[in-house]
């Protein structure tokens, strides 16, 4: 059982940055692969990016690309997502996730999600 528990959502305006957390519990954090996911109003769950449990590797969606970094600290079981330049369009509230696998997109557990406004 893995429990996420997001912080760091809040209202900034369009060029702005934000982090975002996501604290495990668990002794089995590093053998999760995790990702972040969002969901604006009126739309579906989408994904954001992932890392790998060494956190050797990531991916990210190509609205966020070269603008969010992802990145992990198995020692604190914290996942973060650090967002740039932030657009109107980035409105939503961002999960954090454990997920089956790196290569998969299948989530064994969510966050309850932590909502992040961006102003123009």
């Known amino acids: 059982q893995v429990q996420l528990v997001e912080s760091g959502g809040g209202l900034v305006q369009a060029g702005d940055s934000l982090r975002l957390s996501c604290a495990a519990s668990?002794?089995?954090?590093?053998?999760?692969?995790m990702g972040w996911f969002r969901q604006a109003p009126g739309k579906e769950r989408e994904f954001v990016a992932a890392i790998s449990g060494s956190g050797g590797s990531t991916y990210y969606a190509a609205s966020v690309k070269g603008r969010f970094t992802i990145s992990r600290d198995n020692a604190k079981n914290t996942v973060y997502l650090q967002m740039n330049s932030l657009k109107p369009e980035d409105t939503a509230v961002y999960y954090c996730?454990?997920?089956?696998?790196?290569?998969?997109?299948?989530?064994?557990?969510w966050g309850q999600g932590t909502q992040v406004t961006v102003s123009s």
């Open positions: 996730a454990a997920l089956r696998s790196y290569s998969s997109s299948v989530v064994d557990y």
């Open positions: 668990g002794r089995t954090f590093y053998n999760y692969a």
